[in-house]
């Protein structure tokens, strides 16, 4: 099935806003009402819920889709997280509107910079006697899932080990 619209393979590992890294299973026609006969469609298979089938038309692919990060890219990227810029926020619903954007727009340094800024708030928090809010919580947790699943594929570790092979990595280089 081949078609001029057609960037991703089957095997390909894509990543995709919040559903995160998802493998492409098939390329395929839906028979279903209120779909043209000729639309093609990647069948994606997400990676951390294997029972899940993610159906996203071939010729809107591109601005939702984008191909996982090689060994090689995942590293540059973790060579670069002391020097990621974080946007600092103080209003409450401003920074959620911008955690969102983060997430949607699902590039990982969008995802480092959520990270981090989640990180020094939830710190400075604490040394205020305070707790970490549920939104910077829940946002962190997000953007610390979708990165470290693709940083993991992307290094052939488990997910769990990412964040302690950034740490090391930094501690080690100095950073």
């Known amino acids: 099935m081949e078609c001029k619209d057609m960037k991703y393979k089957i ?6 806003p919040i559903a995160g890294v998802c493998r492409v299973a098939d390329i395929l026609h839906l028979d279903m ?6 639309t093609l469609f990647y069948l994606l298979i997400p990676v951390e819920n294997r029972q899940e089938k993610i159906y996203v038309p071939v010729e809107s692919a591109q601005s939702s889709l984008r191909l996982c990060l ?3 890219e995942a590293w540059k ?7 990621i810029q974080v946007i600092w926020i103080d209003n409450e619903k401003m920074r959620e509107q ?20 989640t990180f020094h708030r939830k710190k400075m928090r604490i040394e205020q006697g305070k707790k970490s809010t549920s939104s910077d ?3 962190f947790q997000m953007a610390e899932n ?7 594929l992307a290094l052939k570790k ?17 950073r």
């Open 137 to 139: 919580e829940r946002y």
């Open 98 to 117: 911008k955690y969102k954007e983060a997430i949607k727009i699902n590039s990982p340094e969008a995802l480092v910079s959520v990270i981090k800024m």
């Open 33 to 38: 009402v209120g779909v043209k006969p000729d």
């Open 77 to 83: 990227l973790i060579e670069r997280i002391p020097e």
């Open 146 to 152: 979708l990165l470290y699943t693709e940083l993991g």
């Open 158 to 174: 488990p997910k769990q080990e990412i964040s302690q092979l950034i740490i090391d990595f930094i501690d080690k280089n100095g």
């Open 11 to 16: 095997g390909d590992y894509v990543s995709k």
């Open 70 to 72: 090689t060994s090689e």
